[in-house]
């Protein structure tokens, strides 16, 4: 890491550098900074300046992340710099549309779809966990999910998961839910975590086997990608999400090489099938997608009440994307105590305010037409004493959200949907 005091100076030099250098990109790309549509000695100026406190005006921050590494620095505007001296490349043209006004007064629609992840609902069963519906009576998790209106099931696969952590989806254990689910009449989301290891905005790193360099990690995401379709087959999917809450990285890679492993993973699902592709964000609105310039046919975002805001705030989330296709796929509301203390302000967190919690969501999202549906997240987290491996976790907060208490009794909230 550079030091501060030396990281001040490189800026100094920068300031001093640009004031005898003509240079000009004639696009909307990352780094322009001011927003005339060039990238030029004043975007490398209030970049510098930005980054030594002095605060400029006219200063666009979310144009100024040039290395998508959650910090505008000394970094960002030596980017600038490289890309003059031909070092690298230009950061990829933002779209010439701007960012959809949102919608103040949302148009109901019919064709809403409702779904839950249940990713660790096999292993769970095989460890013994026996899943109830609301009267009591044991059955098939997904059986009971579809008899309370639920349509969907999303479920990860990873390369080469640590069989612990809940981490067990291997491609032929996830080939077996897909199966399960569709001779049931439900529709499957499969989501490429391309990783070893759990993936989310603070992480999301490379499979251990796969290679380094851009080129091949590209060759190897499509392959792997095509071949996993092929192997579950296309008439087990309905979807497939390429990354999941690749906000700041994928693959441990950022930036223009984050866009590009996307577009790999993009092909190789259009090379064997017409599956419609996701690419998902946690945290972020349209205007991310947006920056990140990659092919998406649907778009997918995370909205969970403790970590991104109230139901107002995934509205403007949701409206910020007009007309274009999205779910928000992952969401979820505690029937017990969150074990980690989080809040969730205006709602109990008891099996009443869970289903009310469900309710409100599924109205909000379905208000607007370009929603087209939404997914619990931990649906099937449940009775973890049975089969969770994870000692070095201090609580179990996921299991204080699913749709099964801590007995795999069906809660509350499960009719939440319907």
């Excluded at 479920?155 to 569709?182: G, I, M």
């Excluded at 290679?211 to 995401?221: F, M, R, W």
């Excluded at 000692?391 to 204080?400: C, K, L």
Aim: with cysteine; glycine share 8%.
């Amino acid at each position: 890491m550079i030091e501060k005091n030396y990281s001040k100076k490189i800026a100094f030099f920068i300031i001093v550098l640009f004031f005898f250098i003509d240079f000009t990109l004639s696009a909307q790309q990352f780094g322009d900074v001011n927003g005339d549509n060039n990238i030029d000695i004043v975007d490398a100026l209030l970049i510098s300046q930005y980054y030594v406190g002095l605060n400029p005006q006219g200063f666009n921050a979310s144009l100024a992340d040039l290395n998508s590494d959650g910090d505008i620095n000394i970094v960002d505007a030596l980017i600038i710099a490289q890309i003059y001296v031909g070092l690298q490349t230009p950061i990829p043209t933002l779209p010439s549309t701007p960012d959809p006004t949102p919608d103040p007064t949302p148009v109901p629609q019919t064709g809403f779809s409702v779904g839950a992840d249940v990713s660790e609902g096999k292993y769970a069963t095989e460890r013994g966990v026996v899943y109830k519906d609301r009267n009591g009576n044991p059955g098939d998790y997904m059986d009971i999910l579809k008899s309370c209106g639920f349509q969907w099931v999303r479920v990860r696969v990873l390369v080469n998961p640590p069989f612990d952590h809940a981490l067990h989806q291997t491609t032929s254990y996830t080939k077996e839910v897909c199966q399960k689910a569709k001779s049931k009449g439900l529709k499957v989301l499969l989501v490429f975590f391309y990783s070893d290891w759990w993936c989310d905005p603070g992480q999301n790193s490379r499979p251990a086997s796969w290679p380094g360099d851009q080129t091949q990690l590209e060759n190897t995401l499509y392959n792997y990608t095509r071949d996993t379709i092929n192997t579950i087959g296309v008439s087990n999917l309905d979807m497939v999400a390429v990354g999941n809450e690749i906000d700041n990285m994928m693959c441990g890679v950022t930036g223009t090489n984050k866009r590009r492993l996307v577009d790999k993973g993009y092909d190789a699902v259009k090379s064997v099938s017409s599956l419609p592709v996701m690419v998902q964000s946690a945290e972020n609105s349209y205007s991310w997608f947006s920056s990140l310039g990659a092919k998406v046919d649907v778009y997918g975002i995370s909205h969970y009440m403790m970590w991104h805001g109230d139901l107002n705030t995934m509205g403007n989330r949701i409206s910020s994307f007009g007309s274009r296709d999205m779910w928000v796929i992952e969401t979820a509301m505690y029937y017990r105590h969150s074990e980690a203390n989080y809040s969730t302000s205006g709602y109990a967190q008891t099996q009443d305010g869970q289903y009310q919690y469900m309710r409100d969501f599924k109205a909000k999202a379905r208000s607007y037409s370009n929603c087209k549906g939404v997914m619990y997240w931990g649906a099937t987290w449940a009775q973890t004493r049975t089969w969770l491996n994870a000692p070095d976790w201090g609580n179990d907060d996921a299991g204080s959200r699913a749709l099964f208490d801590n007995n795999a009794y069906a809660t509350r909230g499960i009719e939440g949907w319907q």
